[in-house]
């Protein structure tokens, strides 16, 4: 079975440049949810979707940051404009449901570098 | 709300010696408790969890972990560790009320010396 897939891997950016990140969840898979994780430290929840609803983006950094999850399979992740605070890896994961149960599979994440 | 802390950022141990990994949790209701590892350049690996009934809970790669409610704890432990255990290892807790969200501690990275 193919894991959470994520791309890409590896971003460089300039300060102020619009990046986006894509993720592809573990089919049947109905939640989705996108982390931040910064150097030395545990992830953090930014986003959360169930099948296309976001039903917590509450840690979402609204103004510069926005997700979509289109017929609820596939997420984009973007960022504009980036500063340099926001170089950290980007992680998708996802859930057969959304109960506390659940176990969360993570995707090989993206790191994005802001110069 | 809701943390994990895990005391320790550095365990070192010998190959083919025990291994433990501390967590402890604060919640508010019933928790559920998790464990990643993370290899570099590479994204989080489920290990195992707790959610209700026996309290030593075992898991991928030979490793268990026992649940304390008294103690608020969640050691992950391995009877003999290897060398390509070295990693970064991650506790989490969820409970199913409130934001209802995955809360990880800062991670313990594990060496394991040959």
């Known amino acids: 079975e193919a894991g959470v897939v994520q791309s890409p891997r590896y971003k460089i950016i300039e300060k102020k440049q619009p990046v986006a990140f894509w993720c592809n969840p573990i089919?049947?898979?109905?939640?989705l949810y996108w982390y931040r994780q910064n150097l030395g430290q545990g992830p953090e929840l930014l986003i959360r979707?169930?099948?296309?609803?976001?039903?917590?983006d509450s840690q979402l950094p609204k103004d510069r940051f926005s997700a979509e999850r289109l017929k609820g399979v596939d997420s984009t992740l973007k960022i504009q404009p980036a500063e340099l605070g926001d170089s950290a890896v980007y992680l998708c994961a996802s859930s057969l449901g959304e109960r506390a149960t659940d176990t969360q599979y993570f995707g090989p994440g993206t790191r994005l570098t802001v110069l | 709300a809701q943390s994990v802390a895990q005391p320790e950022d550095q365990v070192n141990v010998a190959e083919g010696n025990p291994l433990t990994v501390k967590c402890t949790y604060s919640?508010?209701?019933?928790?559920?408790l998790f464990w990643y590892v993370q290899y570099p350049n590479r994204g989080l690996q489920f290990l195992l969890k707790y959610i209700t009934g026996d309290n030593l809970v075992k898991g991928s790669y030979g490793f268990e972990a026992e649940f304390n409610k008294s103690q608020t704890s969640f050691h992950l432990k391995k009877p003999s560790a290897l060398v390509s255990d070295s990693a970064l290892y991650f506790c989490?807790?969820?409970?199913?009320?409130?934001?209802?969200?995955?809360?990880f501690g800062t991670g313990t990275r594990l060496t394991v010396i040959p």
């Open positions: 089919s049947g898979h109905n939640t």
């Open positions: 989490a807790v969820r409970v199913e009320t409130g934001a209802n969200n995955l809360f």
């Open positions: 979707y169930e099948n296309e609803e976001a039903v917590d």
């Open positions: 919640v508010s209701g019933n928790p559920y």
